[in-house]
């Protein structure tokens, strides 16, 4: 069983909104933060942001703020990004990953990842 | 923003040698460390968190060291699987990553 199973690929246009998903399975959803992680084709990891399903809590790299919104629905274990008007620079993979320890841990690490969505926003 | 930087940007090691890893940190970080391995077309896969504890499967060739400002990631006797980018990443003061090393087979 994938703990973390992501959406499918998605192309849009530039201006569009959009709202990829993170399902959870195997592991209880409620108690671990979820991070999202973009990599640009050819290109680094770059930290999005945190949320804690348990109350929606969420933390967002200053690089992502306003850019991008975090959710999670504890009904049925998933997690959201969601842009409002996306860009040509939003192209990339995301990931959604497990945070292994509390957000205040350094004991850390992303210890489970999904398998990535693409996203290509292009005219 | 703590700004993780790692050396090299690509390193060749012939099958059996030893790989090691640099990454620096612009702040003191304590041990609040990861290590990642990411294979093409894969997402990332976390081998190292505290510096220098392995993650769960990960083989013993794998080994962390550092604290403050300077970790090292050590291969010990490279596999042909281990091909792949390695990149750091901090979790002292939110989360930065570095910028990754390749390391390939000579």
């Known amino acids: 069983e994938v703990p973390l199973v992501q959406s499918g690929a998605e192309v849009k246009k530039p201006g569009e909104s959009l709202k990829i998903s993170c399902k959870v399975s195997?592991?209880?959803?409620?108690?671990?933060?979820i991070g999202w992680v973009r990599q640009k084709p050819g290109k680094g990891l770059e930290w999005m942001g945190l949320?804690?399903?348990?109350?929606?809590?969420?933390r967002y790299s200053p690089s992502f703020q306003g850019q991008v919104t975090m959710s999670a629905d504890k009904s049925i274990s998933t997690a959201y990004l969601q842009w409002s008007s996306l860009k040509a620079s939003d192209t990339g993979i995301y990931y959604c990953t497990r945070l292994l320890g509390f957000i205040t841990s350094g004991d850390n690490g992303f210890d489970m990842w999904g398998q990535g969505t693409m996203v290509t926003v292009s005219s | 923003e703590i700004v993780m930087t790692q050396s090299p940007a690509t390193l060749s090691v012939s099958p059996g040698e030893r790989a090691t890893l640099s990454c620096r940190a612009s702040q003191r970080i304590s041990n609040s460390l990861a290590w990642y391995q990411q294979k093409p077309g894969q997402a990332p896969r976390l081998l190292i968190y505290a510096a220098s504890t392995r993650a769960t499967g990960i083989p013993a060739r794998f080994s962390g060291s550092g604290s403050g400002t300077e970790f090292t990631l050590t291969i010990s006797s490279l596999q042909s699987e281990d091909v792949a980018v390695y990149y750091c990443q901090q979790f002292n003061t939110w989360l930065t990553f570095g910028g990754g090393t390749k390391v390939e087979i000579k």
């Open positions: 949320i804690y399903p348990g109350d929606s809590d969420a």
């Open positions: 195997g592991y209880n959803f409620i108690n671990y933060w």
